[in-house]
């Protein structure tokens, strides 16, 4: 069974810095791209942004883009997301997703269940 | 606002048929494939649809999807009251070089 789980989320003040991890189970990590999801309170789906399974191609939200940097390590079964000058609209539930295969971003076949980042003073 | 455009909601009777549609243009729907999602309430996005017209093993084809040029449709039939989530279409968007999503659609089953 596939398994993805969060940590890293918490309450940081505008412009501050957060790096989450999502630690995966259940299927060979390396061959699968990765993708970062947030839902912002209330409000729809927004994919920030995806790793292809090597890590060669890397995409973001334009958003988050210059702010934000996706990782991963194969070794270790991990996709990472480091987050600076954090704002308050970055204010979501944030969840990994694992791609159909290695370069698929819009194609998220599971889920984790999400860490809550909070930007606020 | 989302690039990717749906109903904000729709509604059905328990047994009938609905079906949800997604807009957009050239750049992401018009060249690239169509996922959809259900998003049940407190839990997280299952991949209902992808490749446009393809369900992941274990859907049941109650759920159908079609693309025709920059618009795309979720079909489900014989809804029942579990039915009962928000679903959101997705795809790549060339132009921006990322995923879009649409707003989401609230399905209600009467």
């Known amino acids: 069974e596939v398994q993805l789980l969060e940590s890293g989320g918490d309450l940081v003040q505008p412009g501050g810095s957060l790096r989450l991890s999502c630690g995966t189970s259940g299927f060979n990590f390396s061959n699968y791209a990765m993708s970062w999801v947030r839902q912002a309170p209330g409000k729809g789906l927004e994919w920030v942004s995806g790793?292809?399974?090597?890590?060669?191609?890397?995409v973001y939200a334009e958003s988050v883009k210059g702010r934000f940097i996706i990782s991963r390590d194969n070794s270790k079964g991990t996709l990472y997301l480091q987050m600076k000058n954090l704002r308050s609209e970055d204010t979501a539930v944030y969840s990994c997703?694992?791609?159909?295969?290695?370069?698929?971003?819009?194609?998220?076949?599971?889920w984790g269940q999400g860490t809550l980042v909070a930007v606020s003073s | 606002q989302s690039v990717l455009t749906q109903p904000p909601s729709v509604s059905a009777a328990s047994g009938q048929k609905v079906t949800i549609s997604c807009s957009g243009s050239?750049?992401?729907?018009?060249?690239?494939?169509v996922s959809w999602y259900q998003q049940l309430p407190g839990t997280a996005p299952k991949l209902l649809i992808h490749y446009n017209t393809q369900r992941p093993s274990g859907i049941p084809d109650r759920f159908s999807g079609s693309k025709s040029g920059t618009s795309a449709t979720l079909g489900i039939t014989g809804l029942q009251t579990g039915d009962e989530a928000v679903y959101y279409c997705?795809?790549?968007?060339?132009?921006?070089?990322?995923?879009?999503f649409g707003g989401g659609t609230k399905l209600a089953v009467l």
């Open positions: 050239s750049s992401n729907m018009g060249s690239n494939f």
């Open positions: 997703a694992k791609g159909l295969h290695s370069v698929s971003f819009n194609e998220l076949d599971s």
């Open positions: 790793c292809s399974s090597t890590g060669d191609m890397r």
């Open positions: 997705g795809t790549w968007d060339s132009s921006l070089s990322a995923v879009q």
